[in-house]
């Protein structure tokens, strides 16, 4: 799992227990399973005994010398760069509740659709990216298409709602049917 830090804003946490303090990204995965740890050599990354992995993201600053935050605390992830990561925290928020496991409600805000599936659409072409992570972005951004096809008529797949991205990548789009 991607977790998408912008770091122009700040971030904001909901706690339900009487612990105000906010420890960094690790003590928030350790706190829902005490596995977790800094996966060696790869600073952004944490993995828990099951093998399920969390990764803390950010666009690279611009100009990419310019210095920005980039962990919370000291003995924190700290958040690897990603170019063109602008086009995701561009595009509008989907904001919906879930529910958990526990049955407890949780609130989810993430990127619209259409941009994150265009946006793996056009990593999975990036001549940078490794053949097995292309491979993996294409089939994640054909699935997200065909969801935002089939069940989120709300969202239409027009090149027109995804502004926020080159007009040559906009193209890649596939244009929907309904």
């Not at 690790?26 to 099951?50: G, H, Q, W, Y």
């Not at 919906?96 to 409600?105: A, S």
Request: hydrophobic share 45%; charged share 25%; glycine share 2%.
């Amino acid at each position: 799992m991607d977790l998408l830090w912008d770091s122009r804003a700040k971030i904001r946490l909901a706690s339900t227990g009487d612990d105000t303090d906010f420890a960094g990204i690790m003590a928030l995965l350790k706190r829902a399973d005490r596995s977790f740890e800094i996966v060696e050599n790869t600073p952004f990354r944490a993995a828990n005994e099951d093998g399920f992995m969390v990764d803390l993201i950010r666009q690279t600053p611009n100009p990419p010398w310019k210095v920005e935050p980039n962990r919370f605390f000291e003995n924190d992830l700290i958040a690897t760069d990603i170019w063109n990561m602008k086009w995701l925290l561009s595009a509008p928020r989907v904001e919906q509740t879930v529910i958990c496991e526990n049955g407890r409600p949780a609130r989810m805000v993430v990127p619209d659709p259409r941009a994150f599936a265009l946006f793996k659409l056009w990593l999975s072409s990036s001549n940078e990216r490794e053949p097995i992570k292309k491979r993996r972005d294409l089939h994640q951004a054909a699935a997200v298409f065909a969801l935002v096809e089939q069940y989120l008529p709300q969202f239409p797949l027009s090149r027109a709602a995804l502004k926020m991205f080159p007009a040559e990548i906009a193209q890649s789009m596939p244009v929907g049917t309904r």
